[in-house]
């Protein structure tokens, strides 16, 4: 059974780019959070997807947009990046019944 | 708003010894879930333990437990018999139960460190 996947691992973007982040869930799961985690902090929530459709959203400017498959895998695309977007972005899954979030490995951005 | 403190940055305890990290959060909900999670230096989170808030029975998983104390809102993690292998950053984390699920609230880290 594989956990949560997530691609690419590492990444160099220049300012001003986009980049775009691919997570499938683990099987069985049906909700996807995005966070991000800057050096030496928690992870902070991004947002949710679930059917479709973004349920909950953290504290994000619009430039952090996503998207959800029919198949639950996601997509998070940041766009006109900021140095300051250089951080590890975790994937987490869960079931909309269930209690338990799991996590990907993350895929690590640097904005150069 | 909801918010986890994690008061101690870094922790140290020598191995097969008993440590216990600090968590205290704020939240007016009345049903929650709490967990503590670790992150090795590979990044990936691994869950350690959870505890649901309308169960007074503490969580136990192997050589992890939790004190889930609700009035006080803390819930502390006592790592028993402590493994080399256990050395990481510690976040507790909360969410309220319910839809949002997956909506984390993280503490900003313990680091533990394992002395040989």
């Known amino acids: 059974d594989a956990g949560v996947t997530q691609s690419p691992t590492h990444l160099i973007k220049t300012r001003g780019q986009q980049v775009t982040l691919r997570c499938s869930p683990k099987?069985?799961?049906?909700?996807v959070s995005w966070y991000q985690q800057a050096l030496g902090q928690g992870p902070q929530f991004i947002f949710q997807y679930y059917e479709e459709e973004e349920r909950q959203r953290g504290n994000f400017p619009d430039r952090f947009s996503g998207h959800q498959f029919p198949n639950y895998s996601s997509e998070l695309n940041v766009n006109a990046l900021l140095l300051g977007d250089s951080a590890l972005y975790l994937c987490a899954s869960s079931r909309t019944a269930g209690n338990t979030i799991y996590f990907g490995e993350g895929s690590w951005l640097t904005v150069v | 708003a909801q918010t986890v403190t994690q008061s101690q940055p870094e922790m140290s305890v020598q191995e097969a010894e008993t440590v216990t990290l600090s968590c205290t959060y704020d939240t007016s909900e009345s049903d929650y879930y709490l967990f503590w999670y670790k992150q090795p230096p590979s990044r990936q989170m691994i869950l350690v333990i959870r505890q649901e808030a309308y169960k007074q029975q503490n969580a136990t998983e192997n050589r992890f437990s939790v004190n889930f104390q609700k009035a006080a809102k803390s819930f502390s993690l006592k790592i028993s018999d402590s493994q080399l292998g256990d050395a990481a950053m510690y976040f507790c984390?909360?969410?309220?139960?319910?839809?949002?699920?997956?909506?984390?609230?993280f503490g900003k880290g313990t680091k533990l460190s394992v002395k040989p």
């Open positions: 984390a909360y969410t309220k139960y319910g839809g949002s699920q997956g909506n984390l609230i």
């Open positions: 099987s069985g799961h049906d909700t």
